[in-house]
């Protein structure tokens, strides 16, 4: 939820405090890559114990009771006393003329669980997110400006939750597009509908109280970004030849003429089947 946070206030609010969450490629595809790495449970072991040996300890849940945080850590690497934090995302780097480095979401999010470690005891300096998609690691250092950073994005989430106020949404922001929430959150709409009070509250206040000579009121938005709905391509099939078989192969309908095979129609294509005349459904 850090990482939400800093990704989204208002996306944050709606999924921490109103408890409002929906499915995208994105999530299902994070969900099913966590799925594989928590697959197998490894102990951590403790800060006194943690020698020269290399130890993966994986799905290490830990928490701060300070900052009040609690993470579900992917992987936890142990080498020569000291621990590193790794995060699996199944997307790519941030890349930028310098070479690649974290996402801002992804950086904090990882910071989070140093400082978990910290407070548990462990030596922790850095942090590594393994991008799936591109097979990379890349790694960052705990310095002291990413850690006051973090601590006040934990602070900042927690005010918000507190206040019961959800944020504006972000104006013409290429984050919207892509969220999972957007069709809920309407940020074009909702700023859009903003700004048209915005304009009527000033029209009567000019009304009441006319402007010096050269001052105008200016109100301006870009028009909203269409939303883009998912494509209905199942379409209705009609059978109304007589003497027609129907019968079923895994998920594919074959209609059969006599012995011989007319026609496949896979099942996920279609939206509803219509039987007329003499025809005869086989299983």
Not at 78 to 106: C, N, Q
Not at 133 to 154: C, G, H, P, Y
Not at 200 to 214: C, V
Request: aromatic share 6%; charged share 25%.
């Amino acid at each position: 939820m850090v990482n939400e946070f800093v990704y989204c206030p208002r996306l944050f609010f709606y999924e921490w405090v109103d408890g409002v969450f929906r499915e995208s490629v994105d999530t299902v595809e994070g969900t099913l890559q966590h799925q594989r790495v928590d697959a197998k449970t490894d102990e951590l072991p403790r800060p006194e114990d943690a020698g020269s040996e290399v130890i993966h300890s994986r799905s290490v849940t830990l928490s701060s009771e300070r900052l009040r945080v609690i993470a579900k850590m992917d992987l936890v690497e142990v080498l020569e006393g000291s621990v590193t934090p790794v995060d699996y995302k199944h997307g790519h780097p941030r890349e930028t003329d310098s070479g690649i480095e974290l996402w801002p979401t992804d950086r904090v999010q990882l910071a989070v669980q140093g400082l978990i470690l910290s407070e548990n005891g462990y030596a922790c300096e850095e942090g590594v997110v393994y991008y799936v998609r591109t097979r990379q690691r890349v790694r960052v250092a705990f310095d002291d400006n990413l850690l006051s950073e973090t601590e006040r994005a934990i602070a900042q989430a927690w005010e918000l939750a507190r206040s019961g106020a959800i944020p504006s949404p972000l104006e013409d922001s290429p984050k919207c597009p892509g969220c999972s929430l957007v069709g809920i959150c309407l940020p074009d709409e909702t700023n859009t509908l903003r700004v048209t009070l915005a304009q009527e509250t000033a029209a009567i206040q000019l009304n009441l109280f006319p402007a010096e000579a050269g001052e105008a009121a200016e109100c301006s938005h870009a028009e909203p970004r269409r939303l883009v709905t998912p494509r209905d391509d199942l379409r209705p099939l009609y059978l109304n030849t007589q003497g027609a078989r129907v019968g079923k192969s895994g998920g594919v309908l074959q209609v059969r003429d006599k012995e011989d095979t007319r026609q496949d129609v896979r099942i996920a294509e279609i939206c509803q089947l219509n039987v007329m005349g003499n025809v005869q459904l086989t299983t």
